[in-house]
Structures are given as C-alpha cells and as structure tokens.
C-alpha cells in the first residue's frame, strides 16, 4: 500500500517569514495529492490539491509542488500570519483522483511566531 | 448549511463496553468514511462505504465494525472496547462523480476508555 512520509513534525517560523511543509510518496500510482488544515479543536478542512498532471499550483498566499519523478510533493505559505498556525497534513491517493484510499502523512505543526 | 453531524463529541467508557458513534450528513453525498486521529499519527482510515449496499475495510479496521443505516447515516461500533481505542474519531463524506475528491470532515468524537 502507499506510505506518505511528511517532515518536520514541527515548525516554528517568525511571522511574514515563509514556511515550507515537505512529503514523500511511494506509490508512483498515486496521482491525487491534497493538503488539510486542522486548527486547534476544529475539524480537518482541504486547503488546496494537485493533480499528477501539473507541477504547481498557487491559491493566493500558498502553492503546492509536485516532483513526480522524485515522488515528492511540498506545500509552501508566503507571509505567514498567525491565522496561519495549525497542523498540516498532506496526502496522497491512487484512486484516480477521489478521496477513497487516501494516505495521510503524520502532520505538521506549524507555529507563527509573533 | 450542509454538514457532516457526528454523536457523541466525547464519550468515556469502560474497558469490555459496547459502544457506537454515529454520523449524519445532510450534504447528499454518496461516500462515506470513519477515519481515527492520534496524536504524532495522523489520520487513519478505519472503514469506508460507496453507498448503502457497499462497505470496505480501510489500513485499521480490526477491533471495528459500521454499518450505513441509509446514504446519509454511517456508524462506527466497538464491540468491546480497549483502552488503546482511546482517540478522536472522525466521519467524513466526499461526492461522486466531482472533479475532486475533497473530503468533508464532522466535527470529531473523543473516545476515552478506561
């Protein structure tokens, strides 16, 4: 089945600063690859995906990469704000690009430092 | 607005009790998931369902059984619960036939057992 490694398990970055969220895939059949946020308490909510078909996708202060070759994907936020701390968890999918079969990584927690 | 209802938020019980959490959604999609959350693990897909007459096993699901009372209802059993099922359980839904596979998560129920 597939694996999803994701790193770092934590991330403390200084508020405006930029912050990057990596993860490793080891199905090369995989071709699905969305991002969550979960907020402390709340309930894990998309905040962008890719497809295996792109290399790169933006929405407004974040974008997600995709190396297929390398079977690595990573998520980047600009300008952090402290909105923008919270765990982050990518993951991946083969299943023709639904939500069945996902893989999640462990998740990242990522702090803004003020 | 159209949500994904889980009952209880928090339980806490004994060793060896029975005990199911249930999942409700008015958003009219057709899949529905279980998934268990661990701090440092991420998320794990326990069971999942296409429709009423189709349920699958997802990477977790000794110790566990559902049940998809109707397209909108799917529940979580423990038959006998153990203290090391002591985690946040989530439902959630995607819709078929969509250009993504986005999942839409309840609100989580903490199972604590004893």
């Known amino acids: 089945g597939e694996n999803v490694e994701q790193h770092p398990s934590t991330l403390s970055v200084q508020e405006g600063d930029s912050a990057v969220i990596k993860c490793t895939y080891s199905?090369?059949?995989?071709?699905?690859f969305p991002w969550y946020k979960q907020e402390l308490g709340k309930r894990p909510q998309l905040i962008i995906d890719?497809?295996?078909?792109?290399g790169e996708k933006k929405d407004q202060r974040i974008a997600v990469t995709l190396n297929k070759t390398a079977k690595h994907f990573s998520l980047h936020i600009t300008e952090t704000q402290p909105e923008d701390s919270a765990v982050y968890f990518c993951?991946?999918?083969?299943?023709?690009?639904?939500?069945?079969?996902?893989?999640f990584g462990k998740g990242t927690h990522l702090i803004i430092q003020p | 607005d159209a949500d994904v209802t889980q009952t209880p938020r928090n339980r806490i019980t004994k060793t060896g009790k029975r005990i199911m959490l249930e999942c409700s959604q008015t958003?009219?999609?057709?899949?529905m998931y279980w998934y268990r959350q661990d701090p440092g693990l991420g998320l794990q897909l326990i069971y999942y369902?296409?429709?009423?007459?189709?349920?699958n096993k997802g990477e977790i699901s000794d110790g566990y059984s559902v049940s998809r009372q109707a397209q909108a209802k799917f529940s979580l059993s423990l038959e006998s619960a153990i203290p090391n099922q002591t985690a946040l359980y989530f439902c959630?839904?995607?819709?078929?036939?969509?250009?993504?596979?986005?999942?839409?998560f309840g609100e989580g129920s903490r199972l604590t057992v004893l």
């Open positions: 369902s296409f429709d009423v007459k189709d349920i």
């Open positions: 199905d090369s059949a995989s071709n699905y």
């Open positions: 958003k009219g999609h057709d899949r």
């Open positions: 890719i497809r295996s078909n792109v």
């Open positions: 959630a839904t995607s819709g078929t036939g969509g250009v993504t596979g986005e999942l839409f």
């Open positions: 993951a991946a999918s083969f299943t023709g690009g639904g939500a069945d079969g996902l893989t």
